[in-house]
């Protein structure tokens, strides 16, 4: 007993860290750092924090309080609510990912190309995620929303590593300007920002995969909250939005000096003074 009240504490926390982390990147977004959202990138960052709040209201609440009542008692529909509307959103953030590498491959690997203005393919990209939610069929599911992205990221962000590296070497040996290499330095940033933010992605969802890949061989395995892979998979696939929104806040070069100034409000004027003059703002 005494074990699932911590599990109740430990998802109470892990909710109020979403929350926290998420509307911290989506004030930055649309307040001090509005010009920003201009920019692909943040607006499928944008679509990530949205996807996270959904997951506390849809999900991360009501199995709190589950965890704390030790009992089920919202009936057999807010099951499968809850289970549908977990797994969706779980997609929504696989595909905004997927979105955000080809965003990045694109505009790394075909920098030198003439492109077409990429407001429809934003919005094209932006609303896939959100619908592919109601095509929740299992095996297929685990291929679709799973298998295959993950070899796609690792060949878009493969690929525009390469391309980075040769164009690194390329503009040394021909002794191009300063501003060449520092174009490419901010490139380089950016694609390490996001390799790290997808690693925490997959890291925190490997669990729920292998329990989905055991329900395909014997069904309703790893169903009970008792079960250790259960847990494991529930708690890491929370924590993963907490973490993210937060990775983002803190490596971003263009979001973490708008995080600096929201705390340094809380700071001696005098310190806030001294900081600012010290501060810069990168561009990517």
Request: net charge positive; hydrophobic share 50%.
């Amino acid at each position: 007993m005494a074990s699932v009240s911590w599990q109740g504490i430990f998802l109470t926390i892990i909710i109020i860290a979403t929350l926290f982390g998420n509307i911290l990147c989506l004030y930055i977004l649309l307040k001090p750092q509005r010009r920003l959202l201009k920019r692909p990138l943040y607006i499928f960052i944008f679509n990530i924090c949205v996807a996270d709040i959904a997951v506390v209201v849809c999900s991360m609440l009501v199995k709190t309080a589950d965890e704390f009542h030790q009992d089920w008692f919202y009936g057999k529909a807010m099951c499968q609510i809850i289970e549908y509307s977990q797994r969706a959103l779980f997609r929504v953030n696989v595909l905004t990912h997927l979105s955000i590498a080809f965003e990045r491959y694109f505009s790394v690997v075909f920098a030198l190309k003439p492109q077409e203005k990429s407001g429809n393919r934003i919005c094209q990209l932006i609303h896939l995620p959100w619908g592919w939610v109601d095509k929740l069929y299992c095996s297929i599911d685990l291929i679709i929303f799973f298998l295959i992205p993950l070899g796609i990221l690792l060949f878009l962000y493969g690929s525009i590593i390469t391309t980075l590296n040769r164009r690194k070497r390329q503009t040394g040996d021909l002794g191009s300007i300063n501003a060449t290499m520092n174009t490419i330095r901010a490139a380089i940033r950016g694609v390490r920002v996001s390799i790290i933010v997808v690693v925490a992605f997959i890291i925190c969802w490997i669990p729920v995969i292998v329990k989905g890949f055991n329900r395909l061989i014997v069904p309703n395995v790893n169903s009970d909250r008792t079960d250790p892979l259960y847990a494991t998979a529930m708690y890491l696939a929370f924590t993963n939005d907490a973490i993210v929104p937060l990775l983002y806040c803190v490596l971003d070069s263009n979001l973490a000096p708008s995080v600096k100034k929201i705390f340094d409000c809380f700071q001696d004027p005098q310190d806030e003074e001294s900081s600012e003059e010290n501060g810069t703002i990168h561009e990517l």
